[in-house]
């Protein structure tokens, strides 16, 4: 269900960029699990309904059912974020940086708004876009690979978050 950008409720999710479809109807899915209550989609990133709004037969197969979680998709991406942080949202990057701590670190509660931000698989998230955050997560990478895929770290975080807020 598509909504405006001043009715998401916490906890939330922002996808920047992410335009994969699957890993965009991924982390529907995963966020309706994690109990995650909003989905930002910003700049490139797919919405699940076509201009017709049927849902669209590729994010269906994936997200089975979670399309209809209430959804914002802007195109301007750091105006939509300040607009998110003026009221209220504790905005956190899930990234790798230079100032990025250890995602369980992050603390989260029913008390406060909370949104994770979340780029694309090739650029992640631009400077601009952490200065706007309060804080950066990031998941530590073990082995070879620099880092997870979107949605697989995306699914990490909300159900980090989604621990502290509703205690399981």
């Known amino acids: 269900m598509k909504i405006e950008l001043s009715k998401i409720i916490s906890p939330a999710i922002a996808?920047?960029?992410v335009r994969s479809i699957h890993n965009t109807a991924s982390i529907f899915r995963t966020a309706d699990g994690a109990g995650f209550?909003?989905?930002?989609?910003?700049?490139?990133?797919?919405?699940?309904?076509?201009?017709?709004?049927?849902?669209?037969?590729?994010?269906a197969k994936v997200s089975l059912g979670a399309e209809n979680i209430p959804y914002a998709h802007k195109t301007y991406i750091l105006p939509s974020l300040k607009k998110i942080k003026s009221v209220g949202f504790k905005v956190v990057a899930l990234e790798q940086s230079e100032t990025s701590v250890f995602y369980k670190k992050i603390k989260a509660s029913k008390k406060e708004k909370i949104i994770i931000v979340v780029g694309s698989e090739i650029e992640g998230l631009n400077k601009k876009i952490l200065a706007i955050c309060d804080e950066i997560a990031e998941i530590p990478m073990r082995a070879n690979k620099e880092s997870l895929n979107v949605a697989v770290s995306a699914g990490v975080m909300m159900y980090h978050i989604g621990d502290q807020i509703y205690k399981k």
């Not at 989609?41 to 849902?55: A, D, I, R």
């Open 37 to 59: 209550r909003s989905v930002v989609l910003l700049g490139h990133t797919p919405e699940p309904f076509n201009k017709m709004g049927v849902v669209r037969g590729d994010f």
């Open 15 to 17: 996808l920047v960029d």
